[in-house]
């Protein structure tokens, strides 16, 4: 129903800032809730950062909140994730996710309730 496309990834040096987007097909985007994921080599697939189908609701990972910022524009079918003060750690692919909401004020931090996912995005901090 839904494909979504990542962007945004790259090589920066720890301390420095990407922002990686997420757009999304269909005429339907504001009903879904998004989120973002991570996956390093050798490690599970970690929760990073979610928001709400209407975007007043956000909800992050303890290991990065106060580091990130997710955000959504309705009107262009996609979603963002600021990331500053990078650090090695943070090195992984990063994925972004939708989930078809019935609320628009849920947040969807459970990887298995996202049906639709995109290819990823690579960011690699070197420090």
């Known amino acids: 129903q839904v494909q979504l496309v990542e962007s945004g990834g790259g090589l920066v040096q720890a301390g420095g800032s990407l922002r990686l987007s997420c757009a999304a097909s269909g005429r339907t985007f504001s009903d879904y809730a998004m989120g973002w994921f991570r996956q390093a080599p050798g490690k599970e697939r970690e929760f990073v950062a979610g928001?709400?189908?209407?975007?007043?609701?956000?909800y992050y990972a303890d290991s990065l909140k106060g580091r990130i910022t997710i955000s959504r524009d309705n009107a262009k079918n996609t979603v963002y994730l600021q990331m500053n003060s990078l650090k090695p750690e943070d090195t992984a692919s990063y994925y972004c996710?939708?989930?078809?909401?019935?609320?628009?004020?849920?947040?969807?931090?459970?990887?298995?309730?996202?049906?639709?996912w995109g290819q990823g995005t690579q960011v690699t901090v070197s420090s």
């Open positions: 996710a939708a989930a078809r909401s019935p609320s628009s004020t849920i947040v969807v931090v459970v990887a298995r309730s996202y049906a639709h």
């Open positions: 928001i709400s189908a209407s975007g007043t609701n956000t």
